[in-house]
Structure formats: C-alpha cells, structure tokens
C-alpha cells in the first residue's frame, strides 16, 4: 500500500546552515510523483519542489533540493543557507499515477530556525 | 490571479447542526480535494473528485458530504454525524491523469478552521 512516512517530528537549525528533512515512501507502482510543502503557522500549504520517478536528475528549486534516492525509496529535502522565515512545518506527499488520484502525505516535520 | 479560494476562514458550529465550507477554483483544474487536518497532524483524504458530476470516499468519509455540480466548485458538508469535527479543513485541486511534467502538483486553498461551541 501507499504510504509516507516522516520519522523526524522536530527539528532545529541554526540560521544560515544547511538542513535535510527525511521522507521515506513504499509504493509498488513504478511511475509515481513524490511532493514537498511547507506549512507555516498560518495554515496554507505551500508547494516547494517535485521529483518524478524517471527524472534522472535530482530537482532543485532555489534553496531547496531533493535527494533522491529511489533504491532506498528515500526522497529527502535538503534546505541550504537556512532563514528564520524557514521556520515552519513541512510535509512530504506522493501520488502514484496508477490508481485512483489520491495524494498521500507524511505526518509532517516541524523545523525551527535559531538566530 | 489563479488560485483556490476557501470560506469562511474561521467557522463556528453548534452541536447537532449541518455547516458547509466553500471552495472554489479558477486553475481549470479537473481533480479536487477535501483534507482534515488535526493539530500537529499530517493531512487526510476527506473525499476527491475527478470530473464533475462524480466524486469517491477518501479514507475518513464518514460524517462529511460533498458535491461537485461544477468544475469550478466543491463545498464541503460537515453533517451532525460527525462527532468531532474540530479541525482545520484544506481544500485542493490537482490536474487529473497521468503525471506530467510538474508531476500534477496538488495545490492548497488557505484553509477553514472549524470549531464546535
């Protein structure tokens, strides 16, 4: 079955530094989407990045890359150069493009940046 | 400019009675959602429609009602049979069929928050 799952509930960062945001994922379809957003405390869920199971780059969108790892079925976020605007929580989703149009997301990682 | 809006922003009920949440999109999407969303939780699939006119149970259904009479527009029914129905509501809307190059980004109304007084 589809699922996510996101085993870090917390984290911190000193500002300026570099940070990775786990996401590991189980799928049986070879041809699915893997999505991060970031939730600030307002509410609104925020797209950040996408990465495609046959991309054979790893996507990059600004501040914001994905590591890819499809062996391992790992899909990580890596934010470079944090900002105190990082601070938010962060969910990762798929959608398997066999199936019914269902996006699947984590339980999410609250990330703070420390001045 | 293109987006989904959702209201109320902040809803009120009170035991027993019926309140629907707004949402309406002008993406030209085909496909929209309705997630539950609870404090320090992740997101659930409340119910999804790909096309007008047809909508499926997501994975905590229950208690909740939809339609989708157009393209554009797919309010949310939270019915007295749902026993707590606090929380924080998101609706979305995707491009349906097969992943395209985006991957068929799912993107987020602003969200309801609903309280039971």
């Known amino acids: 079955a589809q699922k996510i799952t996101q085993t870090q509930p917390g984290m911190f960062v000193q500002e300026k530094e570099a940070v990775t945001l786990d996401c590991t994922y189980d799928?049986?379809?070879?041809?699915?989407?893997l999505f991060w957003y970031k939730q600030p405390s307002s509410g609104e869920m925020i797209f950040l990045i996408y990465q495609g199971s046959y991309d054979q780059q790893n996507a990059t969108e600004g501040r914001y890359s994905l590591n890819f790892q499809k062996a391992r079925k790992s899909a990580n976020l890596v934010i470079s150069a944090s900002q105190l605007g990082d601070s938010a929580m962060y969910f990762c989703?798929?959608?398997?493009?066999?199936?019914?149009?269902?996006?699947?997301f984590g339980t999410g990682t609250r990330l703070k940046v420390l001045a | 400019d293109g987006g989904i809006t959702q209201s109320p922003k902040y809803l009120f009920r009170k035991e027993g009675q019926n309140v629907t949440l707004s949402c309406e999109q002008n993406?030209?999407?085909?496909?929209m959602y309705w997630y539950r969303q609870d404090p320090g939780q992740g997101l659930r699939l409340i119910y999804y429609?790909?096309?007008?006119?047809?909508?499926q149970k997501g994975d905590i259904a229950e208690g909740y009602s939809v339609s989708r009479e157009k393209k554009e527009s797919f309010p949310l029914t939270v019915t007295s049979a749902q026993k707590n129905p606090t929380a924080f509501y998101l609706c979305?809307?995707?491009?349906?069929?097969?992943?395209?190059?985006?991957?068929?980004?799912?993107?987020f109304g602003e969200g309801s928050w609903l309280t039971v007084v």
């Open positions: 989703a798929m959608r398997e493009v066999a199936g019914a149009y269902k996006y699947i």
């Open positions: 429609s790909q096309i007008v006119n047809d909508f």
């Open positions: 799928t049986s379809d070879p041809s699915y989407g």
């Open positions: 993406l030209n999407h085909d496909a």
């Open positions: 979305a809307s995707s491009m349906a069929g097969a992943l395209g190059p985006s991957g068929n980004t799912i993107y």
